[in-house]
């Protein structure tokens, strides 16, 4: 049972009492409302009218209101003093909780327990810094003695100074005595490994209750955060995942997730130097490092010394403890992969996990997992072992906090942090550990005899930058938007080449995006962007993914240039959101837009719902009639999509047999998440979850639809009426389509294809290279890298089945996948499974089917690529959508050319659509707002003379298209005045300022006067 009815509680109230429209599916459940003390609205963060009976919600609801969670947009505001104590929102009590059978705490009862703890305590603060998928609240606890706001504003801007300024925090003698140690301890973002968060709360009443005497000390040289539950929709559902039914733990660069937007947000506000994450179960208590191999854009020097003799002072400290119940290695003590594992068996090499993901801020990090595995009915843990494996947690935290409490090891720890970020910010090339280099490695040295050729890491080029062309060298404007707002989302630097600038052969023009690798995030930057490694040679298997690069696998065209020592690449502003796409044409005539990306996929379905004729043309654009240009304004708009004006040459091809007109699909899915997810994202709403003993039982679940979506198994091998109904589907025109040899083989049932899939044996878990024939369906904004976790390639294809794409001669570019034989198999039997049996196979396979009916053709696609694979590849989720409306039956009626070729409808006046009309007659307000988003052009000029070199010369424009001339525009820096400007005739004002190198939020005033109210624009800067 996934639904809980108890989370509605006080979150409806909240939310009707601050007039957020509750939605109507939390509306008709007030009746179940628990009242809750009044809800101080203002101090719950992160409160979202996404609060939801996930009973009463549809899936489709679920995954978009999951995209839109609360975190997903803003950085975390985190308390201006400590302690901050707001009222929580109190949840229902759940009978069906699945931590009650091992009488572990409920999600429920977290609340009140920190209520009770921030009534008693003045070391104890709690924040709300997400929703759960279901709508619980994610709370982040922290534990220090008090702070004044002028000691917490010291502390946030040591924090950014470590970051930003590393040079002179590595110099800054009072920052290195005074900084309180960031130490974060996170649990239970797999929701059946429950543990955590119980030894989490009863720690957390210990810090905030015990004499000073006892742990004074500890409050006054740390910041401890605590993350009780990181997925409490799993913790009470006993699920991995989270609701959405994904797993959290591998979602840290995907983010489809509320859990880990919250997580991101968490990690960046922390900043901490040591991160747990407690999970189970592995049998004996283990803790990282990890084993081989190692991430390739890690600083293993800065963090592996600390990290190990951290991991062995836990051994000996719950050694020491000899909890009843917790069982040892047979050497006596606790698993420490990087010690135990040497052949692949844990590593850190994907940074998808929480605790290599952290490790990107330069903090020493772990998973830890518990002993004892679940035991209990329905997969629940037993209250005895729920009881030891807590006992061993509670001591691995005090351990951990114990050892970050050391000033020694604090201070070594810290100078690491700020090392990190140093050298992202040097220009230095980055140097990866090797058994040479382990002697000179400063710090404890436990860990060094066991550093070997294993543990090397693969060698590294950083690039100087990657530049995200826009124009013409871009294959989607709309994945490229995307992109950059991941990036962004991840704290990753973007800037935007102010003028048209060339590198190479290649001339990028203006707006292109660059992100430069000279910044504090350069490691997680380069580790998301760069293609990776082939590692099969390196190790037999992989823990995860082996390959996962933004460039590849996001549909952007994404170009790495230069070497890391270059200098900037040209004249750049840093941007805060990626430019909008969005414009349409002056006219409402037919107009034309490329179906590239995802985003264009979700408009285009949104047309569609809508009603509106669109044909999709063979070069894979669409058309849509001027009747229908007020809708495709809006939609473009919602979507952020060009929208231009059609072409003689668009207009023509609507009559051509090539061109297709769509519809509005109605779709089943056989499948995961996954694939509910990616066609949900896609815009394919009206979805439906079938299964094959489902259809059997009611048949009626196909009426109607037009695409069936295999995603895994669909044998109607001995269901007749599930057989019947989809060969009623075909009979009609509707298409089957799908992933893997779940779909092949169900195509082959039904004749549609014939062949034979093969399947990756093993750990294959790469990105690769494909090759699309001429005349594919998948050549219009043709790609050539796929994904493959695993791989599935068709041979000894019949004469109907037409290949689409192929595996290219040479497929392996990065992960893991290595030539196989089958298990079992005598040793010295050749392999017949890897990159080479899959080289030059078809990877994308169709076929068309003519029906009984005259006329009435079926058709098929399957992809043996892993389109949606952990929704992360969202290159593939448009090759998909692709092959979706080329498989799917055509709309009734044809949109037809406007008579006479004009592209403009004569039938209807011309409507600018962006300007309004001079004619209006609407007065205008007596006062109006000063435009406060401004275009910011900077221009640096270096000073040449050695004595100023210091210094760079800064001159800013802003520009304001409606800003009074004569009125001032004020620029400050952290309060300080740095210039006031007159705005000019031309509406732009020029500020001439010196500044050091560094980065810089300047706050443009702009005053107002007697018919414009003031307004201010804040201005990010980076001065190299
Ligand atoms: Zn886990």
């Known amino acids: 049972m996934r639904t809980s009815r108890a989370v509605i509680g006080a979150t409806s109230l909240a939310l009707a009492a601050t007039s957020v429209l509750a939605s109507t599916a939390t509306s008709a459940t007030a009746d179940e409302v628990t009242p809750a003390p009044t809800a101080s609205v203002a101090d719950n963060r992160g409160l979202s009218a996404s609060s939801s009976d996930a009973a009463r919600t549809s899936q489709a609801r679920v995954v978009r209101e999951a995209a839109e969670s609360p975190v997903s947009g803003t950085p975390l505001t985190m308390p201006s003093a400590y302690p901050y104590q707001p009222q929580l929102q109190l949840y229902r009590d759940n009978p069906s909780d699945a931590s009650k059978p091992a009488q572990l705490l409920g999600h429920p009862d977290l609340a009140p327990k ?84 119980d030894a989490a709360m009863q720690y957390i009443e210990y810090l905030a209750t015990a004499p000073l005497s006892e742990v004074g000390s500890i409050l006054r040289n740390n910041r401890l955060y605590f993350s009780p539950s990181l997925n409490p929709d799993g913790r009470t559902n006993a699920t991995r995942a989270t609701a959405l039914g994904l797993d959290p733990n591998r979602d840290m660069i995907t983010n489809a997730t509320a859990e880990t937007k919250s997580y991101i947000r968490s990690v960046q506000a922390i900043q901490p130097i040591y991160t747990a994450d407690f999970h189970g179960y592995t049998g004996v208590l283990q803790i990282e490092p990890c084993g081989p191999p190692h991430g390739t854009n890690y600083e293993y020097d800065l963090s592996i010394p600390h990290n190990y003799a951290l991991a062995l002072k836990v051994e000996q400290d719950v050694v020491a403890a000899a909890i009843p119940g917790n069982p040892l290695t047979s050497a006596g003590g606790i698993a420490i992969p990087y010690r135990d594992d040497q052949e692949g068996g844990w590593d850190d090499f994907p940074p998808v996990f929480s605790a290599q993901y952290s490790a990107f801020f330069g903090a020493a990090t772990s998973t830890v997992e518990l002993p004892l595995g679940r035991a209990g009915a329905g997969g629940t843990q037993t209250p005895e072992r729920a009881k030891v494996n807590t006992a061993v947690a509670l001591q691995t935290m005090k351990s951990i906090v114990g050892y970050m409490n050391d000033p020694t090891s604090a201070k070594e720890m810290l100078s690491n942090q700020i090392e990190t970020f140093r050298r ?9 550990l090797t058994v040479s280099g382990v002697s000179s490695v400063p710090g404890p040295t436990q860990w060094r005899p066991l550093w070997d050729t294993l543990d090397d890491q693969e060698p590294l080029v950083l690039p100087n930058a990657y530049v995200i062309p826009r124009g013409a060298g871009q294959r989607s404007e709309s994945d490229a938007a995307a992109l950059v707002k991941q990036l962004l989302f991840h704290d990753i630097e973007v800037d935007r080449l102010t003028s048209a600038t060339t590198v190479g052969a290649k001339t990028y023009p203006a707006g292109s995006y660059v992100v430069d690798l000279d910044q504090p995030m350069r490691g997680l930057a380069n580790s998301l962007l760069d293609l990776g490694d082939d590692i099969s040679d390196t190790v037999p298997q992989l823990y995860a993914d082996g390959a996962w690069s933004y460039s590849y696998l996001w549909g952007a065209t994404v170009d790495k240039v230069g ?9 750049s502003t840093p941007v805060s959101a990626p430019t909008s796409n969005y414009s349409v044409p002056a006219t409402a005539g037919y107009a034309t837009f490329d179906v590239a990306g995802v985003a264009d996929f979700t408009a285009l379905n949104a047309l569609l719902e809508q009603d509106v004729p669109v044909s999709m043309l063979a070069d894979g654009s669409a058309v849509v009639g001027s009747a229908s240009a007020a809708t495709a304004a809006e939609v473009a708009k919602t979507y952020d999509i060009d929208l231009e004006p059609a072409t003689a040459a668009d207009l023509e091809a609507l009559d051509d047999a090539t061109t297709k007109p769509l519809r509005d699909l109605k779709v089943a899915y056989v499948g995961t998440a996954d694939d509910r997810i990616a066609l949900t994202t896609l815009g394919f709403d009206d979805l439906t979850q079938v299964t094959a003993a489902g259809i059997q039982a009611d048949a009626s679940l196909l009426d109607g639809v037009d695409v069936l979506w295999i995603g895994s198994t669909f044998s109607t091998a001995t269901a007749p009426v599930a057989k019947a109904a989809v060969q009623g589907l075909l009979d009609r025109g509707g298409a089957l389509t799908g992933r893997g040899s779940a779909a ?35 050549e219009p904004y043709r790609q050539d890298t796929a994904y493959i976790y695993p791989a599935t390639w068709f041979t000894d294809l019949g004469a109907g089945t037409t290949v689409q794409q192929t595996y290219s001669s040479k497929p392996m570019l990065a992960g893991h996948w290595r030539p196989s034989v089958p298990a079992g198999s005598p040793v010295g039997t050749v392999p017949t499974n890897g990159p080479a049996y899959a080289a030059n196979n078809a990877s994308v396979v169709s076929s068309e089917t003519q029906r009984r009916t005259a006329g009435v053709k079926a058709r098929s696609i399957v992809f043996g690529t892993s389109v949606f694979f952990r929704t992360n590849p969202k290159s593939l989720f448009s090759q998909a959508a692709r092959g979706i409306f080329w498989a799917a039956p055509a709309a009734a009626s044809r949109l037809s050319s406007p008579a006479g070729g004009s592209t403009t409808s004569p039938a209807q006046p011309s409507t600018p659509t962006q300007t309004t009309s001079p004619t209006q007659t609407t007065p205008a307000p007596s006062t109006v707002k000063a435009p406060s988003s401004l275009e910011v052009s900077t221009k640096v000029k270096r000073a040449k003379s050695r004595a100023a070199k210091k210094t760079v010369k800064v001159s800013i424009a802003l520009s ?11 620029l400050t820096r952290a309060g300080k005045t740095l210039a006031v400007v007159q705005v000019a005739a031309d509406g732009t004002a020029v500020v001439k300022v010196k500044l050091r190198k560094g980065r810089y939020t300047l706050v443009a005033s702009y005053a107002g006067t007697a018919t414009v109210t003031g307004s201010t624009d804040t201005v990010k800067l980076r001065v190299r």
């Open 744 to 778: 092949f083989n169900a195509a082959k049932d039904f004749g549609l294809m014939a062949g034979t899939a093969l399947t990756s044996a093993g750990s294959a878990t790469a990105l690769v290279s494909v090759d699309t024939p001429k005349g594919s369906v998948l």
């Open 424 to 432: 992202a910010q040097s220009e230095e090339p980055k140097k990866q």
């Open 114 to 197: 920190l209520e009770e703890l921030m009534a008693k305590s003045d070391r104890i603060s709690v924040q709300v810094v997400g929703q759960s998928t279901q709508g619980r609240d994610l709370y982040l606890v922290t534990l220090t003695a008090p702070e004044t706001s002028a000691e917490t504003a010291r502390q946030a801007a040591w924090k950014t100074k470590i970051k930003d300024d590393p040079t002179a925090a590595a110099k800054d003698t009072l920052l290195q005595a005074q900084y309180k140690t960031p130490v974060w301890i996170s649990n239970n973002i797999h929701g059946n490994e429950w543990e955590g968060t």
């Open 563 to 571: 070497v890391v020592t270059d200098g900037p690449i040209g004249a």
């Open 960 to 970: 304001a298209a409606s800003a009074t001339p004569g009125s001032t525009v004020t």
